[in-house]
Every structure is written in structure tokens, then in C-alpha cells.
């Protein structure tokens, strides 16, 4: 089946805010023309560090299948929600849209 996982980077500073390698898990729910990525698990301090650099955010989901190629996705959040509720250690990040890169079609 292989491994995946999502990664939400302050995208000036190249800063790593919140990794699912760190214990974080995340659901992905498509509502019309945005997807919900919601991560559970995120401390306190991660979560409002996302939130305060909302509007400079990179995600990103690596597919690393076994014996595939991998593939990586990165998401727009713009001026999207960008929430987090200390009590449920839940963040809420919607993007509106995608770029998928699959290295092995550039590199061989």
C-alpha cells in the first residue's frame, strides 16, 4: 500500500509548522469547490503558530507508494479558513486548489 503523508510549511521561512510523521492525523473531505484537509492531534502551540501564518501557508501530501513512483501535491490555501480548536486539537485548513508533481516524469 505504501506510506502517504501531509506536511504544512510556513512558506516564507520554509519553517515546518505541522507533520503527520510527528503523530498527526488528517482526513481529506472534498465541499464543492474547496477540500477540507483537518488534522487531529496538533498541540496548542503548533496550531496557533498555523493559524498566525495563515495567509503564508504551504501543504503538501507525498504519496509514496510501494514500488510506484511517488507523487506530491501541493495546496492553495488563500484567503481560506485556516481554524484551530485547542479543546479537540483540531486544525482546519481549506485550499482551493491543487498542483500534482510526479518527479519521475522530469527525472529518469
Not at 510523521?21 to 472534498?30: E, L, M, N, R, S
Not at 511517488?70 to 485550499?95: P, Q, R
Amino acid at each position: 500500500m505504501g506510506q502517504e503523508r501531509v506536511l504544512v510549511k510556513h512558506s516564507v521561512t520554509g519553517r515546518m509548522l505541522v507533520s503527520s510523521t510527528d503523530g498527526v492525523t488528517y482526513t481529506f473531505d472534498q465541499r464543492g469547490d474547496l477540500t477540507l484537509i483537518t488534522l487531529f492531534g496538533v498541540p496548542a502551540d503548533k496550531g496557533a503558530a498555523v493559524v498566525e501564518l495563515r495567509s503564508e501557508l504551504n501543504v503538501f501530501r507525498f504519496e509514496e507508494p510501494v514500488g510506484g513512483p511517488n507523487i506530491k501535491h501541493w495546496y492553495y490555501v488563500g484567503d481560506n479558513l485556516v481554524a484551530y480548536d485547542i479543546s479537540s486539537e483540531c486544525l482546519t485548513i481549506a485550499v482551493q486548489s491543487e498542483i500534482e508533481y510526479r518527479p519521475d516524469q522530469y527525472w529518469e
